[in-house]
T-cell receptor, first 116, second 115 residues
């Protein structure tokens, strides 16, 4: 069964619009880690954020913000005032291995296209 | 630090050929992993290692072998390449949690085509 679901395949916006990416995860563990990665057209994976299951405090970092809600098993990501450079594939990932995060389970990714 | 390096960047194989994808890290990380990325499926874990001499299977291990003789290196071997193994392969490394690192470090990837 898929552990991480990103229901949005592609989102297209015009520059300066806000974009929210949905991520729903499934786990029976009480301790786990959630991640967001960005993959620009160049192909490398860029780490954006990690959240521990015991830390539900939401976070804002510049134009990025994250909303972690254990009650709904969701870890959503918002880009405020999008820019063309935000065009990329964004992956949500889950690690249930509390001894490491060497075993990540990725969602299928959401392609974000920002046009001028 | 060079971080995580992967060679080659691109490779074309014929069905049935074998090859080794190289992965090295110079950060003294205990944990190393191999993932494959296919269109529309995100990344899937092939094999991982929690230290030299210790490896285990991930979600999609069939057709691949690994070994970890040193902390630095974690090669991935394709025994008999098949077109279904056409993919982009990423290697990653990380220390254990609690050492001030938030995530795995990923290599730049190897794009493999099997004809």
């Amino acid at each position: 069964a898929q552990k991480v679901t990103q229901a949005q395949t592609e989102i297209s916006v015009v520059e300066k619009e806000d974009v929210t990416l949905d991520c729903v995860y499934e786990t029976r563990d009480t301790t786990y880690y959630l991640f967001w990665y960005k993959q620009p057209p160049s192909g490398e994976l860029v780490f954006l954020i990690r959240r521990n299951s015991f830390d539900e405090q939401n976070e804002i970092s510049g134009r990025y913000s994250w909303n972690f809600q254990k009650s709904t098993s969701s870890f959503n990501f918002t880009i405020t005032a999008s820019q063309v450079v935000d065009s990329a594939v964004y992956f949500c990932a889950l690690s249930e291995d509390t001894d490491s995060w060497g075993k990540l389970q990725f969602g299928a990714g959401t392609q974000v296209v920002v046009t001028p | 630090n060079a971080g995580v390096t992967q060679t080659p960047k691109f490779q074309v194989l014929k069905t049935g050929q074998s090859m080794t994808l190289q992965c090295a890290q110079d950060m003294n990380h205990e944990y190393m992993s191999w993932y494959r990325q296919d269109p529309g499926m995100g990344l899937r874990l092939i094999h991982y290692s929690v230290g030299a001499g210790i490896t285990d299977q991930g979600e999609v291990p069939n057709g691949y072998n690994v070994s970890r003789s040193t902390t630095e290196d974690f090669p991935l071997r394709l025994l008999s390449a098949a077109p279904s193994q056409t993919s982009v392969y990423f290697c990653a490394s990380s220390p254990s949690p609690g050492q001030g690192v938030d995530t795995q470090y990923f290599g730049p990837g190897t794009r493999l085509t099997v004809l």
